[in-house]
């Protein structure tokens, strides 16, 4: 899985220029922070949906973290107010592999307390997130509030537009 170093790297190798170690890693670092530095404002509904799904199922979190690293993602679930909810974080530049790879889905499961199939994980990208919790055996649902590049062609058990939508849904759920 690439972060933050991996980046400074491939951009020096593109700008066709070199930086010492220690440039490198400030620049990183630089990086890694930006995300906290000038963060993003969570999709509409999307923080009233963590809580509300938090109080039927158990959740957590599956990221392919690339240039925004756990350490980085978890200060902004805390300004959200939301991080204790998670039973588990599951970031790839923790583990060591990314979504789809199975070690993912299934670490999550386990620290939930779950089987893989018991699990419904929700994703914008078709490869990584739909193809990911299906090879592992869970339900798959696309979210496509901001990202409808894969409407059209998803293998996804359930699409949602909007958070909103997502909880009429979680209400029907036993």
């Known amino acids: 899985t690439l972060g933050p170093h991996d980046k400074v790297r491939l951009m020096m190798r593109e700008l066709k220029t ?7 890693l400030e620049l990183a670092e ?3 922070t930006a995300i906290v530095v000038h963060p993003p404002d969570p999709v509409e509904g999307a923080v009233e949906a963590v809580k509300k799904t938090s109080e039927k199922f158990p ?11 756990g350490r980085c993602l978890r200060q902004l679930l805390e300004r959200d107010g939301i991080l204790n909810l998670f ?3 599951t970031f790839s530049d923790e583990v060591g592999v990314a979504k789809p ?7 999550t499961a386990q620290n939930l307390g ?3 199939e018991e699990m419904l994980h929700i994703g914008d990208l078709e ?3 739909i193809l990911g919790i299906q090879r592992a055996g869970g339900k798959a649902v696309l979210f496509a509030g901001y990202n409808d590049v894969y409407l059209e062609e998803t293998k996804a058990d359930y699409v949602f537009r909007s958070w909103a939508e997502f909880l009429v849904f979680l209400k029907g759920l036993p």
């Open 18 to 24: 070199q930086v010492s170690e220690d440039a490198a």
């Open 30 to 32: 630089i990086s890694a």
């Open 59 to 69: 959740i957590g979190i599956i990221s392919d973290t690339a240039t925004s690293p």
């Open 87 to 89: 039973g588990t974080l």
């Open 101 to 107: 790879q199975a070690p993912m889905f299934e670490l």
């Open 114 to 116: 779950v089987e893989p």
């Open 127 to 129: 490869y990584t997130d």
